[in-house]
């Protein structure tokens, strides 16, 4: 065996990979042609050591996964929801504020699970569909977003469910649309910071508790937030989605570092 195939195999580098990788490296340092060698070259030989040694410590210093938020835009589909104009159904107006928040999220280090990216996207999926795809994808925290054309300023809603103790999870079974009474706790907070984050922003909002089979049955800190026009702007108005998107980002991102806070005192942005 030769001694490069001996030490490449010492390393754990197959040595066919070996030898793409000298031909790349070949190319770097000048080489006029990429091809297979079947000799590893000094340059190369030295790199693919280097990088055997470094590659593990710069794979456990990859940050740990990002928190998920879950982004569940109402409707879809043929379900067009509320009619916002003659011509703009509410579906096409939540999706906007889903992926206007889906980026700021993305920039304060969340990755975002969406239900769906287009209105059309959603034609297959059923409520239950939502719900599941939600409880399975290990959110942080699960939004579902509305717009009405008549319900002025932000609206948040959280289940009505009575709070269970999250100590008596898993001690009986769990009936799928009370699924959300031990989380109902976690929820007013999150809806606690929402609130006062966008109050903050000079918007209008309001919390409720409500039933609703969108937010009972799911397994993670969840709220409804519903946007309704103001005086000078309409739900599907770019300036105001900002607004209140960036109002919301900066709540999920205290409320991530603060869980418990019920003050709210969120304005991290
Ligand atoms: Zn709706």
């Known amino acids: 065996m030769p001694w490069t195939r001996a030490f490449f195999l010492l390393l754990g580098i197959p040595t066919e990979e070996c030898g793409v990788f000298i031909a790349e490296n070949a190319h770097r340092w000048g080489s006029p042609t990429l091809h297979r060698q079947k000799k590893c070259s000094k340059p190369a030989l030295f790199a693919a050591a280097v990088a055997a040694v470094l590659l593990p410590a710069a794979r456990a210093q990859t940050p740990a996964q990002a928190p998920i938020i879950l982004l569940d835009a109402a409707h879809g589909g043929p379900d067009t929801g509320a009619r916002l104009t003659e011509k703009l159904p509410e579906r096409d107006v939540t999706i906007a504020f889903a992926n206007r928040l889906q980026s700021l999220l993305i920039v304060r280090g969340f990755k975002v699970v969406l239900t ?126 900002q607004r209140v998107a960036e109002a919301v980002a900066g709540a999920l991102l205290f409320w991530r570092g603060h869980p418990n806070a019920v003050t709210g005192a969120g304005a991290v942005r």
């Open 116 to 241: 769906h990216t287009t209105p059309d996207d959603a034609a297959n999926l059923t409520g239950d569909g939502r719900v599941e795809l939600a409880n399975r994808s290990g959110a942080i925290a699960c939004l579902t977003l509305h717009a009405s054309g008549n319900a002025a300023g932000v609206h948040i809603f959280t289940s009505a469910l009575p709070e269970t103790e999250p100590a008596l999870q898993g001690s009986k079974p769990v009936l799928w649309n009370e699924a959300q009474a031990p989380w109902v706790t976690r929820s007013l907070r999150l809806a606690s910071e929402l609130q006062a984050a966008i109050s903050r922003s000079h918007t209008p909002v309001t919390n409720h508790r409500t039933w609703l089979a969108a937010l009972d049955s799911l397994t993670c800190p969840a709220v409804a937030i519903e946007l309704g026009p103001l005086d000078d702007a309409t739900a599907q108005d770019p300036t105001y989605q």
